[in-house]
């Protein structure tokens, strides 16, 4: 009896304690209530557990909790109001939750979340920056621009005046890698660097990260910049038009079926050449020759997704854009006529196909097909047309470029609140064109028919990664994201293979301060080669092979991170960053020549360090932003500069930016912009040496002269400073909404330089440094107008 009583109590011991450990899981998506646009990195929290979670980069979300009658939820995003949701918590279940969204900025203020700080998060050195504050930036031209709004982050710089590459701790431009849904994108600029290729009506969310990588992201050394599409209204069509200064742009979405279904299409086309056209063609005419000459961009986004079922969604974007510049001639005379014509075009192309499958409530997978490709045509021919009709024509073709076709899979698993499990693999398919002439001559007169093909082979070559990160917190003070991002390269008989540690950590210190930490090693089996200068088309990408090494990096920062009352956020970090195996061209050597690529460049290594100050204001009638960066970065190659090291051109002591919006009303804002930098290292001559003639009669003296450079990049160019300004009107009225908004760039007129130059002058025959500035006050208007 008395053990029947034993097991009894045993029994009911075991029932009690399965009872208390029953754990109930629930997941589905959140979405915007109007749009039903998913909405990435909202925040979910269990306030009786005082744990919560994040969605994904497709608003899928998954919280394990212990069972009870019931769980209250609390789901916060910006610019949404709060929801509290109540759901039966004695079995897992699949819930979607949809936000009401506020009218963000232009109505009412919008009070932060507050459980979701800036110091909770594990990840530093991460920026997030809602894409309704980047299109009230004042722009350039009024063309709202990501990459310009980005140079105004601490850590950040710019290449020069007015061009949209990203400099990131130290870095160069092929070191950030740049994904549009996904995909990466090996041009981000238009004209010449002045404006990139995103287009701000398309998108819907913008993250950088400068630090403290992920384990999930490779491939680069010195940041990510993840761009993410609008996926389409899903239950209304809408639009949005835009006319300005330079260019025009378009904007549709809507359903195809209605909660299932929906599209978006966005178009760019600048139209300066359609303007000039008919005074070109005059000029031409008035000099006794038939012509044109002219230059556009443009950008075509479209994205289509459909959803099979709560478990299966799929999604397919494309990207196309391109710049063309085009000069063409032709003179008559006895009969003949004798032409040229030339084109220098270079764009990108972009596509992705992923799938997304709930395998279980805490598992989730994103499978992924993408394509990506760059590629630069420039086209030079002369010759004469008889009044037979035949020709006589010489032609030059130079192209170069690179493609990828890239498949990934990515899997989500959130066993619990205090673990945020990510796992996947990729491969990427390079084939690389270092660059081809293509020389043709016909001649109908000799009987000449000759083609011939000069330059670098296409070369061929494999990416592969694996990864395995976890976001774990190991008690309520101490978090940490831990991962393994492990790489390999195949190109010709040479494989490069990298195991790459990376560690995020938080820890809460008393009075709300997270004070963080992270390292990481980066790796990256592609290069850029390029000219210290404007970014130009026909900088080259290239693979890494036997003979030209990985490029390498490690990366350690440090810093603290606290939310001041509802509205602020305040983060001060400093980082330390080694990169080994940069390359550069040789002293002498360019870019149109017949030898090997490999020849023309050497490696060497590189370190930047430096203090970034970061105080955000993403909500109220008053947001923006005030940064600053004190930094250091040089750069060391055997084969330059004696072998000595150097500051890089972008070695920038200080750097400031003040950004703020200003809610006047709900019919008008203001924005501004002020922006401080350090002159740009160049190399001058420090002295030269020759032959002295004077000529009495013309006054000046001629010196045949050789230049004796000094250290490379020892000369700084003049501080760069300048305001900008922008205000927007805004009109609602029967569903659409019409802005005017007006501004202008560099408002107080600052000559900054562009470059600067030796001349002589003639009165005083002496030498003189002459600066070149580029844009003075440049006024914008732009016409919106979203139904």
């Known amino acids: 009896m008395k053990q029947k009583k034993i097991n009894s109590l045993f029994i009911l011991m075991l029932l009690c304690h399965w ?136 850590g950040v710089q710019s290449g020069g005046e ?62 990510v910049l993840e ?75 479209a994205k289509v997704n459909h959803t099979f ?45 992923r799938w997304n499958h709930v395998i279980h409530d805490k598992l989730f997978m994103n499978t992924t097909l993408t394509y990506s490709k760059y590629r630069l045509n420039t086209e030079v021919s002369l010759g004469t047309e008889f009044e037979d009709k035949s020709k006589d024509l010489i032609s030059l073709g130079y192209l170069s470029g690179i493609r990828d076709y890239a498949a990934k899979i990515d899997f989500d698993y959130v066993p619990s609140p205090r673990h945020f499990i990510r796992f996947g693999t990729n491969v990427i398919l390079h084939e690389f064109n270092p660059g081809q002439f293509d020389l043709a001559q016909v001649s109908a007169s000799s009987g000449i028919n000759f083609k011939q093909t000069l330059g670098q082979p296409i070369k061929n070559a494999t990416e592969l990664a694996l990864y395995a990160e976890d976001d774990y917190e190991i008690t309520k003070k101490l978090k940490v994201n831990a991962g393994l991002h492990l790489s390999g390269f195949s190109v010709d008989d040479a494989f490069y293979t990298s195991l790459q540690p990376r560690l995020s950590m938080r820890y809460l210190l008393p009075k709300g301060i997270g004070l963080k930490a992270s390292f990481a090693t980066m790796r990256q089996f592609i290069n850029l080669l390029s000219f210290e200068g404007i970014g130009l088309p026909t900088d080259l990408w290239l693979p890494t092979t036997a003979r030209v090494k990985p490029q390498e990096s490690w990366q350690a920062a440090i810093g603290v991170a606290k939310t001041i009352g509802e509205d602020y956020e305040l983060s001060i970090e400093g980082y330390y960053k080694q990169m080994k195996n940069l390359i550069a061209y040789k002293d002498g050597s360019g870019l149109f020549e017949l030898t090997d690529w490999q020849d023309r460049i050497t490696q060497g290594e590189g370190e930047a360090y430096g203090l970034e100050f970061f105080l955000q204001k993403k909500t109220g ?49 203001i924005s501004s912009t002020w922006v401080y930098g350090t002159g740009n290292a160049v190399t001058l001559p420090k002295s030269r040496y020759g032959a002295t003639e004077n000529y009495s009669s013309q006054n000046y003296t001629y010196i045949n002269s050789v230049e004796q450079y000094g250290d490379r990049n020892s000369y700084r160019m003049s501080p760069y400073h300048r305001l900008d300004i922008g205000i927007n009107f805004i009109k609602n009225k029967n569903k659409r909404t019409r802005t005017w908004s007006i501004g202008a760039y560099n408002t107080y007129a600052n000559n900054n330089p562009f470059f600067v130059y030796f001349d002589t002058d003639f009165d005083t025959n002496t030498r003189v440094l002459k600066q070149v500035s580029l844009f003075p006050l440049i006024p914008y208007v732009t016409y919106s107008l979203k139904f």
């Open 309 to 353: 079922s709560q478990r299966d969604r799929i999604y397919l974007s494309v990207y196309g854009g391109n710049d063309k510049f085009y000069f063409n001639q032709t003179d008559t005379g006895f009969g003949n006529k004798d032409f040229t014509d030339n084109g220098l075009g270079w764009g990108n192309l972009t596509g992705a196909l």
């Open 19 to 154: 009872a208390i450990g029953q754990k109930v899981t629930i997941s589905g998506y959140i979405e915007d209530d109007a749009s039903g646009e998913k909405l990435i990195g909202c925040n979910i929290y269990h306030k009786a557990s005082q744990s919560g979670t994040v969605t994904n980069t497709f608003g899928f979300y998954s919280i394990t909790l212990d069972q009870a009658e019931m769980i209250q939820l609390e789901i916060s995003y910006i610019g949404y109001a709060t929801n509290t949701i109540s759901v039966k918590g004695n079995t897992s279940q699949s819930f979607n939750i949809k936000m009401k969204g506020e009218v963000v900025f232009d109505e009412i203020e919008i009070i932060a979340t507050k459980d979701k700080k800036i110091e909770n998060e594990t990840q530093m050195s991460t920026i997030d920056v809602p894409i309704l504050q980047i299109k009230k930036i004042p722009a350039l031209m009024g063309e709202t621009d990501v990459l310009k709004a980005l140079q105004l982050l601490p």
């Open 227 to 301: 761009i993410n599409l609008k996926d389409g209204h899903q239950q209304e069509f809408h639009g949005d038009v835009s006319i300005g200064l330079v260019g025009s742009k378009l904007t549709l979405e809507g359903p195809i079926n209605k909660g299932k279904t929906s599209f978006l299409v966005s178009g760019r086309r600048t139209y300066i050449d359609l303007l000039a056209k008919p005074f070109i063609k005059q000029s031409f005419k008035d000099s006794g020759s038939e012509g044109d000459t002219g230059y556009y961009f443009y950008d075509v986004n």
């Open 162 to 223: 007015g061009q949209a590459g990203l400099y990131v701790r130290g870095g160069s431009p092929d070191q950030n890698l740049i994904l549009l849904d996904g995909v990466p994108v090996y041009n981000a600029n238009h004209l010449f660097g002045f404006f990139s290729v995103f287009n701000a009506e398309a998108i819907k969310d913008v993250t950088l990260i400068k630090g403290g990588f992920p384990a999930r992201y490779g491939g680069r050394l010195s940041s």
């Open 621 to 669: 009638k008053l947001s923006g932003w005030i940064g600053y960066t004190l930094a250091w970065n040089n750069r060391q190659f055997s084969a330059l500069n004696e072998g000595r090291a150097f500051p890089y051109r972008y070695d920038r002591r200080h750097d400031i930016s003040v950004v703020a919006i200003y809610e006047l009303s709900k019919k008008i804002n």
